[in-house]
């Protein structure tokens, strides 16, 4: 009972992991580049919830769209001002930069909002029909906070999945993703396809920010770093550029810290993360469902 | 018969690299224009400028009477202007079907016409219709081809820029490939061909120009430089 328990947790931490990675391997796939900053934007998601939802009273919901169109509006600039200016650079100056755009976003929080951690509200504390979930005569509960996160995280993968392969932008990305001169002579236009690919992101690093924060309530300048790198390994396990490798990398991810945090240690949970990252890459080298890289002929 | 495209002055740099010099030639409504030119003359880097996917240093390129050199390429496809470009550049990932609907992206003429517009392309190109659910990736290179024409026939284009259509292909296909030109040609769609194999371009083309490292050399009707001297001898192995 007790090992179903850090599973069902270890898999609501991983669908958190798997929204923030779907950012990283999107972007990655159709700008071709890694948004370093993309855990920052969660960040700065958790602010504005902080701040209208547990500060004044906002309904959750409303404040979960504010703070979706806030990081929407964040990532389309940040690409932009940042990225766009860079796109015939090589990716080493794009790289260093998003690192530089994460370090401003930190900053400009730490002096606006200060280091000090806040403890954050739990969205779904405020949606009153959703209750904790006991099974087995009590033995087994599940806060609302995990069931809400793994569903959310399901119903986005679907309707993401669905767009990319049924709508026009959907194939658009898809052709951007694979050859982008190609993509243009057929009409499509690159710039809005990158943007359109931040937004969506952008609003999704959004809403895993609000349930991340919801299960573990501190927020800080720093909040977004680690599970920011953490769903970026996650989306380089699943195979970086694959939508439902992003997914699979995210849970799975979630799913060995968990329990390694259980059975192992709580110090080298992380340490056993990486390891087994790097396990993999030796084996698969391009993550669980990355695509061979297509060698032009 | 107006001029449909011209070319005036162009010159493209890669870096430090003048790539193209001073390029001017036109293609008149209806006809197959063919440019020859052994590697590296500069082929690719004109169509790649006339699409716009490159941009120009100097000089204009007009089509249909609008200046298209400072258009972006998303742009360009949408007056008619499609390209097939060198080595294929299928969307490897996605099936026959959905390469053939990217083809059709910038239409907004409905559903049917775009359907009817499949069909025609299956009639043209038989091969494809029993590969339509296959990823583009698993067809062999001329279906590749054959696929990558069909895509730039989607977009209903009054004008095709095709880039060494027969590159890498056995003989038969390539004369397959040609037949398709001339009859894409024949519906109605102005050609502008760049190939290596010189032979198989003269034959079908009403005029031709000779590309040689960034510079026009000759220009003519297609039979009169079949016959010129120095044609055959750099170009026809004759
Ligand atoms: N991306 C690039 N960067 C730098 N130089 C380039 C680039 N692309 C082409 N060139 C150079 O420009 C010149 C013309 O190249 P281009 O590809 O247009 O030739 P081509 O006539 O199409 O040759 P081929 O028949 O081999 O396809 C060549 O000297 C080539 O080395
Ligand atoms: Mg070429």
């Given at each position: 009972m007790q090992f179903l328990s850090y599973l069902i947790n270890g898999i609501s931490l991983g669908s958190v992991y798997a929204l923030i990675a779907l950012g990283y391997t999107m972007v990655y796939g159709i700008a071709k580049m890694l948004n370093f900053a993309h855990g920052d934007v969660i960040m700065i998601g958790s602010y504005v919830v902080f701040f209208?939802?547990?500060?004044?009273?906002?309904n959750p919901i409303l404040s979960i769209v504010l703070s979706m169109v806030v990081c929407t509006v964040l990532g389309v600039v940040i690409e932009r001002v940042a990225y766009r200016p860079l796109r015939e650079a090589p990716s080493l100056a794009v790289l260093i930069t998003a690192i530089g755009v994460s370090y401003l976003l930190q900053q400009v929080a730490q002096l606006t909002w200060s280091s000090n951690p806040k403890s954050f509200i739990s969205v779904i504390s405020g949606i009153p029909f959703l209750q904790p979930l006991s099974l087995f005569g009590g033995q087994l509960t599940i806060s609302a906070e995990t069931i809400v996160t793994i569903v959310v995280c399901v119903v986005i993968m679907v309707a993401l999945i669905w767009f990319v392969n049924n709508t026009s932008a959907g194939h658009a990305m898809l052709a951007v993703s694979e050859d982008r001169g190609a993509a243009q002579l057929m009409g499509v236009n690159v710039n809005a396809t990158i943007s359109l690919t931040f937004a969506i992101g952008s609003a999704l690093a959004a809403v895993a920010g609000a349930l991340l924060c919801s299960s573990y309530p501190t927020l800080q300048p720093t909040t977004g770093a680690m599970p920011g790198i953490k769903a970026f390994v996650a989306a380089v396990f699943g195979g970086i550029g694959s939508i439902p490798g992003a997914f699979l990398g995210g849970i799975l991810l979630g799913i060995i810290e968990n329990l390694s945090k259980a059975y192992i240690s709580t110090q080298l949970s992380d340490a056993i993360v990486f390891l087994v990252l790097i396990v993999v890459l030796i084996v698969k080298p391009t993550g669980l469902l990355g695509k061979k890289v297509n060698v032009k002929v | 018969m107006g001029e449909m495209l011209s070319v005036k002055n162009i010159n493209v740099f890669y870096g430090s690299i003048?790539?193209?010099?001073d390029v001017s030639f036109h293609v008149n409504e209806g006809e197959i224009v063919t440019l020859i030119g052994a590697n590296g003359a500069g082929k690719t880097t004109t169509m790649h400028a006339i699409s716009g996917l490159l941009k120009l240093q100097s000089g204009e390129i007009d089509y249909c009477g609008q200046t298209?050199?400072?258009?972006e390429a998303h742009k360009i496809i949408r007056l008619g202007l499609a390209q097939v470009p060198e080595g294929r550049r299928v969307f490897s990932g996605l099936t026959v079907q959905q390469n053939l609907q990217m083809g059709a992206y910038v239409r907004r003429d409905g559903k049917e016409a775009i359907q009817n517009d499949f069909d025609m392309v299956f009639e043209l190109l038989p091969r494809l219709k029993e590969r339509?659910?296959?990823?583009?990736?698993?067809?062999?290179g001329g279906e590749q081809q054959m696929l990558a024409m069909g895509r730039a026939l989607m977009c209903k284009p009054k004008m095709l820029l095709l880039d060494e259509?027969?590159?890498?292909?056995?003989p038969l296909l390539v004369k397959e490939i040609f037949k398709i030109i001339r009859e894409v040609n024949r519906n109605g769609v102005t050609v502008l061909l760049v190939e290596q194999n010189a032979k198989m371009a003269l034959e079908i083309a009403n005029r031709a120009y000779v590309l040689e490292t960034g510079t026009i050399k000759m220009e003519g009707e297609a039979t009169e430089l079949a016959n010129n001297i120095e044609v055959r001898k750099a170009y026809l192995g004759c």
């Open positions: 209208t939802f547990g500060t004044s009273g906002m | 003048h790539a193209i010099r298209i050199s400072k258009m339509r659910n296959q990823p583009a990736g698993t067809l062999s259509p027969s590159m890498g292909l056995s």
